[in-house]
């Protein structure tokens, strides 16, 4: 799969992508009842909110078949590899929970802040690509981003450890509403199947889901090889050792694993 010409110069002039539907229903409806099944689970990879309702679960690529297949798919390996010109490894695998009614907010921050405090990533040549497992809407807590915030660089930041259950680089007020006032706030929303792709240091966050509708979204960090973490602080199963380049399965790898138990009971 290759971006076209109109969506890289999109991409490198707003910081952000959105390809629609890229994944069928058959296929994310797979993803998401497997997203249940690991969220139910009691893992030290699944945190929770303060109420105990499912924050995040990383690392599912390691420890379930079907994000294995994700994690190396060519839907979505093959344009942050044409983006950056070489391989890329996975750096980070994570299933983000808004839960109906629930799910807690994300502040405004960039990823590369914390991708370079806490991990010792060289340069934001990493980026996060994501796949809606439920529709994303204007009233349950889609991501923020800021257009072409990008081009502000890495900026100063402060490490939040109170306001919810997990740590993060946020930016202060002032900062978030001068780049605000230059490029407005989008709010990419859409049906399950979904890809957004934006540069590491987009400014981005997300309101509080009190709606009954939950919002999952699939999260891969994908960084370029060269660019490999130095001086990681973090457990292994939030920032990966394994810097080998991903090898991508065949396009059809994930409907065949969604249609296997259906077809072994005919």
């Known amino acids: 799969?290759?971006?076209?010409?109109?969506?890289?110069?999109?991409?490198?002039r707003e910081g952000w992508l959105f390809l629609p539907e890229l994944f069928s229903p058959e296929?994310?409806?797979?993803?998401?009842?497997?997203?249940v099944g690991i969220y139910?689970?009691?893992?030290?990879?699944?945190?929770?909110?303060?109420?105990?309702?499912?924050?995040?679960?990383?690392a599912a690529h390691l420890y379930n078949e079907a994000f294995g297949l994700l994690g190396a798919h060519p839907r979505m390996i093959d344009p942050v590899e044409q983006l950056f010109g070489e391989p890329v490894y996975m750096h980070q695998f994570k299933i983000n929970a808004k839960s109906a009614f629930t799910g807690d907010v994300w502040q405004w921050h960039q990823d590369y802040g914390t991708w370079k405090r806490d991990d010792g990533m060289p340069e934001p040549r990493a980026m996060n690509i994501a796949i809606f497992l439920d529709e994303v809407m204007?009233?349950?807590?889609?991501?923020?981003?800021?257009?072409?915030?990008?081009?502000?660089?890495?900026?100063?930041?402060?490490?939040?450890?109170?306001?919810?259950?997990?740590?993060?680089?946020?930016?202060d007020e002032a900062t978030v509403t001068r780049l605000v006032a230059q490029g407005g706030i989008v709010a990419p929303t859409g049906k399950p199947g979904g890809m957004l792709m934006f540069h590491g240091n987009l400014v981005h966050g997300s309101a509080g889901n009190i709606t009954p509708f939950?919002?999952?979204?699939?999260y891969l960090t994908l960084n370029a090889v060269s660019n490999h973490?130095?001086?990681?602080?973090?457990?292994?199963?939030?920032?990966?050792?394994?810097?080998?380049?991903?090898?991508t399965v065949d396009d059809d790898a994930l409907l065949r694993l969604a249609r296997a138990p259906r077809q072994a009971a005919e």
């Open 229 to 247: 973490i130095r001086n990681p602080t973090r457990p292994d199963y939030i920032a990966h050792r394994d810097f080998a380049p991903i090898k």
């Open 138 to 171: 204007p009233i349950n807590g889609p991501l923020m981003l800021v257009p072409r915030s990008q081009n502000a660089g890495d900026l100063e930041a402060s490490h939040d450890l109170a306001t919810t259950s997990y740590p993060l680089w946020t930016l």
């Open 1 to 12: 799969m290759k971006l076209s010409q109109e969506q890289l110069e999109f991409f490198h």
């Open 214 to 218: 939950p919002r999952k979204i699939v």
């Open 27 to 35: 296929e994310v409806d797979f993803l998401a009842r497997e997203a």
């Open 40 to 58: 139910d689970a009691d893992r030290p990879e699944v945190w929770r909110e303060k109420s105990g309702a499912p924050r995040t679960a990383f």
